[in-house]
């Protein structure tokens, strides 16, 4: 069972004043995922990373599920937690996806992602679990279970993304993300509208013509007006100082789609190529030798969903 990462860039009514709440934007990952492998037990055993977690989740789908928790849990690796890639969804999915294929359930991804309680605000985890890519997702109605996907799109194999990580701090999670969100001002009507025209009108249609310019420029800007609407809850437009120097910096490069994946710490930017983005890394980790609070990664997207298989 793979189940890879995600950079969220950006909601896009975080009031819902257009008449649906959030809706977002995100790219699943390559080389980071969480990878686990089930098999039957005498009773529930969880090893490898995050094992309390993991073994609380597992619990509680198998409860849900009213199936046996007799299993081995292996979790190999595992998305680092509350950094901004989507740790506890791609864990629960995973988890709920691993036991839905052992016990064959024939359950769909959404039917996971309810059982799981996911996609109460974003539905960028369930859309890269279950397609890859980028997709965007149509935010929370009245009546939505999980939030729809409305489009999805493959990113260009060549383009690559640098990841500026603060090892000090995790983003907001849990319930300090709830309080956060009841803290925050009223969204512009306005800016909703222009996000929503931004994205449907440049970034996907950049995407479709491999323009990382184009795509670069609208992330940007939708990572400014939602960066600027947490700024109060956050402490900033980036939850990190050390980060938003380092990605002030790439932007001077000429690296694009500047922003904080969700709540952060975690910075990123796109770059056209793994041979910039190597160069980058490189200039970076020259640049902070002395700042013991940043690492640095490059990344590329990933194409395709999920791997679930029974053995």
């Known amino acids: 069972m793979i189940a890879p990462a995600r950079l969220h860039m950006g909601f896009i009514d975080m009031s819902g004043a257009l008449g649906r ?16 492998t089930l098999q039957q037990a005498g009773q529930l055993t969880v090893t490898g990373c995050v094992v309390e977690r993991a073994k609380i989740c597992t619990q509680q789908l198998c409860q849900a599920l009213g199936v046996s928790d007799g299993l081995a849990l292996h979790i190999e690796t595992a998305i680092p ?3 901004g890639l989507g740790s506890g969804t791609q864990l629960a999915l995973a988890i709920g996806s691993a036991l839905n294929a052992f016990y ?35 935010g929370r109605g009245e009546h939505t279970v999980t939030p729809p996907m409305i489009a ?9 993304f640098v990841l500026a990580f603060d090892r000090r701090g995790q983003g907001l999670h849990g319930k300090q993300e709830v309080s956060a969100f009841k803290a925050l001002p009223p969204f512009p009507q306005a800016q ?21 310019q184009r795509f670069g420029e609208v992330i940007t800007q939708l990572q400014t007006a939602v960066g600027e609407h947490f700024a109060s809850v956050q402490g900033g437009v980036f939850t990190s100082q050390d980060v938003a120097d380092a990605m002030h ?9 500047i922003g904080q994946t969700s709540w952060g710490p975690t910075g990123f930017c796109a ?29 590329s997207a990933r194409n395709s969903r999920a791997n679930v298989w029974v053995s």
């Open 271 to 299: 770059v056209d190529g793994p041979e910039r983005a190597e160069q980058l890394l490189e200039a970076l980790n020259a640049r902070y030798q002395n700042n013991p609070n940043l690492t640095f990664r490059v990344v």
């Open 21 to 36: 709440h959030f809706g977002s934007i995100g790219v699943a990952l390559n080389e980071i995922s969480t990878r686990l």
């Open 152 to 160: 999805h799109m493959a990113v260009p194999e060549q383009w690559r």
């Open 192 to 212: 909703a509208e222009k996000l929503c025209y931004l994205l449907l009108m440049q970034a996907l249609p950049a995407i479709a013509e491999q323009d990382i």
């Open 104 to 138: 064959d359930l024939g359950l769909s991804v959404r039917e996971v992602a309810r059982l799981a309680d996911r996609g109460r605000r974003s539905g960028i985890g369930i859309g890269v679990f279950e397609q890859g890519g980028l997709v965007v997702d149509g």
């Open 249 to 257: 910096w790439l932007q001077q490069q000429g690296a694009v789609a």
């Open 81 to 83: 937690e509350h950094v």
